[in-house]
């Protein structure tokens, strides 16, 4: 949950650029071959799967997204400056944690964008 110090401080593009560069740490921790596994990066993907499948949460990332959007980077890069925001306004309550963010960039990627908002209806945006 992003406290009050974290908002008043709050920067949008380095948060952004912290998340792209979660995104290609988590490439590599993913896919790569690391001598070691990479329990941070399994839980960030745990705890990114669920907040990812709240209703609150998707509201501010599909309308957003398009369906032709399917590189990790490129939704990361989307979806931060809407879900960052709702964040800092107090509109939902989740960790401003790049890791996070990242983490729900490729919870999208692998469902694929229709796939996530397929049961979205963008007539009830946020």
Known sequence: MANLQQTEDFDLKTFQDQVLQQVKRLEVSRYGTLAQPDFKADAAMLEAKVVAEREDVRGYIC????????????????????????????????????????????????????????????????
């Open 63 to 126: 309308p957003s997204l398009n369906s032709f959007v399917d590189s990790t980077y490129e939704i990361a890069k989307i979806i931060t400056t809407p879900l960052a925001g709702a964040v800092v306004a107090g509109a939902i309550t989740i960790p401003l944690v790049p890791v996070l963010f990242a983490g729900i960039a490729f919870v999208i990627a692998r469902a694929g964008v229709k796939g996530y908002c397929s049961d979205y209806d963008k007539t009830e945006e946020a």
